[in-house]
């Protein structure tokens, strides 16, 4: 059974910068995609990015392409979510997640979700 557990949210101003991290333990981290999904106050939970197993693939959202990067590291079983030039909007609990399959992984594993506050 494969537990994720995701760190390095917090509270930020606008413009500013975060790095989430999502903690592998009791699986093969390495044969997994990996996504993040966010949801806000009273918003169904969204897609942000996911990555191929290999790292070799990625998707994002529309709402965040070209200020959040989604990376791993099969080495440290950790996938990352760069953040950058954060807006109000982006607030959200962010939830990592894996499973097999590409591009539309069974995401099978779930994370417990780490808060992001973006102040304006």
């Known amino acids: 059974q494969v537990q994720l557990v995701e760190s390095g949210g917090g509270l930020v101003q606008a413009g500013g910068s975060l790095r989430l991290s999502c903690a592998a333990s009791g699986g093969t981290f390495n044969r997994y995609t990996m996504a993040w999904f966010r949801q806000a106050p009273g918003q169904e939970r969204r897609l942000v990015a996911r990555i191929a197993w290999s790292g070799g693939a990625t998707y994002y959202a529309e709402s965040v392409k070209g200020r959040f990067t989604i990376s791993r590291d099969n080495a440290k079983n950790t996938v990352y979510l760069q953040m950058n030039s954060l807006q109000p909007e982006d607030t959200a609990v962010y939830y990592c997640?894996?499973?097999?399959?590409?591009?539309?992984?069974?995401?099978?594993?779930w994370g417990q979700g780490t808060q992001v506050t973006v102040s304006s």
């Open positions: 997640a894996g499973g097999s399959g590409w591009p539309y992984p069974q995401l099978d594993y």
